[in-house]
């Protein structure tokens, strides 16, 4: 995902490796990196946010919505957020 936003050049590589790194050395991010993906999702996140793409509540939503279409979508089958049950409610 990160890369396919930067190659529609909404941020650049250097602004990207300026904020996963900034996550990365966060005093509460694990010491053996074991909360790597945690820390890039954070930067994706804020960078996001920041560029004012999507906010917070914006992830947030589509997040829940890729969970329940998850879950209502047979095994094998591809995950489409169309599979999301609450989709008809607004979302």
């Known amino acids: 995902m990160v890369v396919a936003l930067h190659e529609r050049g909404l941020f650049s590589w250097a602004e990207w490796a300026e904020r996963l790194s ?3 050395k966060r ?3 694990a010491t053996d990196g074991s909360d790597y ?3 890039w999702l954070a930067a994706l ?3 996001l946010a920041e560029k004012g793409l999507a906010g917070h509540e914006e992830v947030d ?3 829940a919505a890729w969970e329940r279409a998850a879950h209502a979508t047979p095994h094998g089958q ?3 957020l169309e599979n ?3 989709r008809s ?3």
């Open 22 to 24: 900034t996550e990365v």
């Open 27 to 29: 005093p509460e991010a």
């Open 37 to 39: 993906y945690e820390r």
């Open 45 to 47: 996140e804020r960078l």
């Open 61 to 63: 939503a589509v997040a």
């Open 78 to 80: 591809p995950i489409v």
């Open 84 to 86: 999301d049950p609450g």
């Open 89 to 91: 409610s607004g979302l």
